[in-house]
């Protein structure tokens, strides 16, 4: 019988140290407000948090708390039926600032220019951080390699990228609707892509979504075009 139980003792120990490896020490102080769950009458399986409830007095693991009500003002409660109560009058959850000294989360400037341009280097727009002699050496570098520093772009012969789907099935999303404020600008940036040559009409059965993102700080309201698809 001894045995027994010491066994169960030591059973139990193991369980409580299983328990409490997330366990919490949780403290409240006499005057600091706090819920409290209690049952919901007719509905003995129902809860709810009541309150805000002042604390009278701290035990070890209960709490004498003021209810406030007249049939039974206090009442001694354990911890694991508090949780603190927080003033929003002491939270911020706000904080305004004058527009005018507004900063911008991007720090990095425009590096284009926001009309059509040309492909022509004179578009580029260079940092005001940097000193005359460095933006003529800048205009001068972009002008001397003018076939590669370009506004618009391209496409390269030098290297290609191959998805090998091996013997996978095709993944096909299903067509869906597009705002109606957005196709013109989903028509336009296909066309301009096939313009440039950068795509090329597929038959392929491979098929991902497309999704126009606003681009930050954008004035014109412009979008940036994105292919994707998700996987798991």
């Known amino acids: 019988m001894k045995k027994a139980t010491k066994n169960l003792q030591a059973s ?91 900063k911008e ?7 284009f220019s ?32 003018s076939d590669l520093f370009s506004l618009i772009p391209g496409t390269t012969i030098w290297c290609e990228h191959t998805n090998n789907t091996g013997d996978s099935l095709p993944v096909k999303s299903k067509i869906y609707r597009q705002p109606d404020h957005v196709r013109d600008c989903i028509k336009q940036e296909v066309q301009k892509m096939l313009d440039l040559g950068v795509i090329e009409p597929s038959e392929s059965p491979w098929a991902s979504p497309v999704v126009l993102v606003p681009k930050p700080h954008s004035k014109d309201g412009k979008r940036t075009f994105f292919g994707f698809v998700l996987t798991t």
């Open 12 to 102: 139990h120990e193991l369980q409580k140290q299983w328990h409490d490896q997330k366990a919490v020490l949780t403290q409240y102080h006499p005057g600091q407000k706090v819920w409290v769950l209690e049952t919901v009458a007719l509905r003995a399986l129902q809860d709810k948090w009541s309150g805000p409830h002042l604390i009278v007095e701290k035990g070890e693991v209960t709490y004498l708390v003021d209810l406030g009500t007249a049939r039974s003002p206090y009442r001694v409660l354990h911890v694991n039926r508090l949780k603190p109560y927080y003033d929003t009058a002491d939270l911020t959850l706000l904080m305004a600032t004058d527009e005018g000294q507004e």
């Open 114 to 145: 926001t009309t059509e341009a040309d492909g022509l280097v004179e578009g580029v727009v260079l940092a005001d951080c940097i000193t005359a002699e460095q933006k003529d050496n800048c205009i001068n570098l972009l002008g001397q390699f």
């Open 105 to 111: 989360s991007d720090p990095l400037p425009d590096l």
